[in-house]
């Protein structure tokens, strides 16, 4: 699919749900959920939340540190997933037995009151048929639960291996079109994580979360599965600028998206920010100003 060119804008209401990825405290009671019904995010559209309660451990079961209840997730107007995540090397998802621990893992978290599962391994590859596997056995043990995922950011795999061979290079953590559709089927929301690009010019970045905006929304334009840009609001990562990269320059980049002729506004959600625990006072008020537009 032929994306990555420039398209014409018109102006469109932005959309309006922003969704945060929480520290594990949030998880094990260190921390209140009530917490965030104050302060700044009072101000702000908060649709949508993913709490650390992982990483799995190797077999799939869950750290042995989660202590909330129903009673402290309750949030009016929310939606509370359990973010739950492996590097995908450190996990044998081809291991039935360590994907029925995850599937039990899950059926803990829900029984304990979370709304979803927010499922974040990384990377997922094309041939990665575990993956899916799993994705497919999660919504079969949990039809009616919401299920969100986060993913590498999307490529077209032609034009991805066609510059990884030119210049004798391997490329191989992204998502592409083809990785997009299989997941479908079995999600209620994607998260697409614009992130750790490298890219020195923050007008190179908004490019790349429009692309991102424009590319996911036209695949997912006859689902009924939500989109969420993930942009980030940390200081220090690999591959990673945060004069380039941050809350503003991805904003930017979103509303160029959502404006963009080409995307399909209908599947476009919000914004999801990695993380909640690194908005800096600047970034609070840029997104409230964001918001208020």
Do not use: C
């Amino acid at each position: 699919i032929g994306y990555f060119v420039l398209g014409f804008h018109h102006e469109q209401p932005l959309p309006s749900r922003l969704s945060f990825w929480l520290e594990h405290a949030f998880s094990t009671g260190e921390k209140s959920l009530s917490e965030l019904n104050v302060g700044h995010p009072a101000e702000l559209p908060i649709s949508d939340l993913y709490i650390h309660t992982g990483p799995f451990n190797p077999d799939g079961t869950l750290p042995g540190d989660f202590a909330l209840s129903n009673s402290d997730l309750r949030l009016d107007g929310k939606t509370v997933y359990a973010w739950l995540g492996q590097i995908r090397s450190k996990i044998n998802l081809e291991d039935a037995e360590v994907r029925k621990n995850i599937l039990a893992s899950a059926g803990i978290l829900l029984d304990a009151g979370f709304d979803g599962i927010h499922l974040d391994i990384e990377p997922v590859q094309r041939d990665d048929e575990a993956f899916f596997t799993l994705l497919e056995e999660l919504r079969s043990a949990y039809p009616s639960t919401k299920i969100s995922v986060a993913m590498d950011e999307w490529q077209p795999h032609g034009l991805s291996q066609w510059i990884a061979n030119y210049y004798d290079v391997s490329i191989e953590s992204y998502w592409s079109t083809e990785q997009v559709e299989r997941v479908l089927p079995y999600i209620d929301q994607l998260v697409v994580m614009t992130y750790d690009t490298g890219f020195k010019d923050p007008r190179l970045y908004e490019w790349w979360v429009e692309q991102q905006t424009v590319a996911l929304s036209s695949i997912l334009e006859d689902s009924s599965v939500e989109l969420f840009i993930g942009l980030p609001s940390y200081s220090q990562g690999s591959q990673f600028d945060p004069t380039v990269e941050n809350v503003s320059t991805g904003l930017a980049g979103f509303k160029d998206g959502v404006d963009n002729v080409r995307s399909a506004v209908q599947s476009i959600e919000g914004v999801a920010i990695y993380s909640y625990w690194e908005m800096s006072e600047e970034e609070w008020e840029i997104l409230k100003a964001f918001y208020k537009e």
